[in-house]
């Protein structure tokens, strides 16, 4: 089994990032049995399909890597490095970019809603986006991607062009590409903001009090729990009289993901209390998971030797690892190299 899996550097992880995607990471890679592989990385290469700031870009990069460890993805046992420094990613979507056909990019509903009405404004690097995430699972032979909703397509992507690249140049039983299968991680909570339970968390909403980053303290962390949007009546004593009431149920969701327990087993403990008890003790709970992730990723933002240090090993394990993929597609398609 391996596991491939991307982030884009885009500013401060939030703990919709964390409750719906990191901590899986990080359970994944500690449950991995010997064989098995984790790959995860920062997509900076995608990062530049979108007007961008350089210097922004840079730090921010380094500031996702310092998160990821804070959060407990451990270089020891999962290959944590930045598209940048394997060019591999953008070789292999080159080569891929023969098989990949205008029609299937077309349909790609991402690109449809991040160009907006200016399509022919758009980027072509916006547009062949699916490409280099294809690239990016199928160059280190994936067999598994963890992916939410909104990258299950894709994922289908990625599966349609290896089929393709299979048939159209490789003999059956000499395929060069695995095709990767979806990962549903058993609890990948969908946290909302939490201003308007309607909206996921997200770190491009403009106001600070819609999200809890994993660099506030825990008086940030308190303050915006307590200012939080809720409704005036009581917590009900069962999942099903959360119906209608978005913020009410994101609240009671996000304490569940953060102990592990079932929206029906806190309301068991909460049903018939008021948000004046309620948001107190989900942001105990909240300080107390995050507090420790908040010191180490202060700590390790200061220590840009051993950012880039993390990095750099990643990277050359990582051009090791998909050397020979990219090699086998060269030779597939009739190229000659040096």
Same mark, same amino acid.
């Given at each position: ?6 982030i ?5 992880l ?18 991995m ?5 984790c ?18 870009l840079?730090?921010a990069?380094?500031?996702m890597?310092?998160?990821?460890v ?6 020891a046992?999962s ?5 940048a420094?394997?060019p591999?990613h953008?070789?292999l ?16 509903t991402?690109f449809k ?12 690097a916006l547009?062949?986006?699916p ?23 894709h994922?289908?992507l990625?599966?349609d ?5 299979n048939?159209d ?6 395929p ?6 979806p990962y ?6 969908r946290?909302?903001?939490? !201003?308007?339970?309607s ?9 600070e009090m819609?999200r809890?980053n ?16 809720s409704?005036?009546?009581v ?10 009431r978005a ?10 993901a953060v102990t592990g327990?079932?929206?029906?087993a ?5 049903g018939?209390?008021?948000?004046g ?7 105990e ?10 010191a !180490?990723?202060r700590?390790?933002?200061e ?7 993390i ?17 086998r597609?060269?030779?597939?398609l ?5």
């Amino acid at each position: 089994m391996r596991v491939v899996s991307g982030i884009q550097p885009t500013g401060n992880l939030h703990l919709g990032n964390y409750l719906g995607a990191i901590r899986n990471w990080v359970r994944m890679q500690d449950e991995m049995e010997d064989g098995s592989q984790c790959l995860f990385f920062l997509a900076d290469l995608h990062a530049i399909s979108m007007p961008h700031d350089p210097a922004e870009l840079k730090a921010a990069t380094l500031e996702m890597t310092a998160a990821l460890v804070a959060c407990g993805i451990d270089p020891a046992k999962s290959v944590l490095f930045n598209h940048a420094q394997v060019p591999a990613h953008a070789e292999l979507q080159w080569l891929l970019g023969g098989t990949a056909r205008m029609g299937w990019l077309n349909r790609m509903t991402q690109f449809k809603d991040k160009s907006g009405k200016n399509r022919e404004g758009a980027s072509i690097a916006l547009f062949s986006y699916p490409v280099l995430q294809a690239a990016d699972v199928l160059l280190y032979q994936a067999t598994h991607v963890p992916v939410g909703d909104d990258q299950k397509q894709h994922l289908e992507l990625a599966r349609d062009i290896a089929q393709k690249f299979n048939n159209d140049f490789c003999t059956e039983d000499a395929p060069v590409f695995t095709l990767p299968e979806p990962y549903i991680p058993p609890q990948a909570a969908r946290i909302m903001s939490l !201003r308007d339970g309607s909206a996921k968390m997200s770190k491009s909403d403009p106001s600070e009090m819609s999200r809890i980053n994993l660099s506030d303290d825990a008086d940030t962390i308190m303050k915006k729990v307590k200012k939080a949007k809720s409704d005036a009546d009581v917590l009900p004593s069962e999942a099903g009289g959360l119906e209608g009431r978005a913020e009410a149920l994101n609240l009671v969701t996000i304490y569940a993901a953060v102990t592990g327990e079932s929206v029906d087993a806190v309301l068991g403990q909460y049903g018939g209390e008021g948000f004046g008890k309620f948001k107190p003790a989900l942001g105990e709970i909240l300080v107390e998971t995050l507090s420790p992730i908040s010191a !180490r990723f202060r700590e390790l933002k200061e220590d840009r030797e051993s950012l880039d240090a993390i990095l750099a090993r990643g990277a050359a394990k990582a051009r090791e690892l998909g050397s020979d993929t990219l090699a086998r597609t060269y030779a597939a398609l009739g190229l000659v190299r040096g």
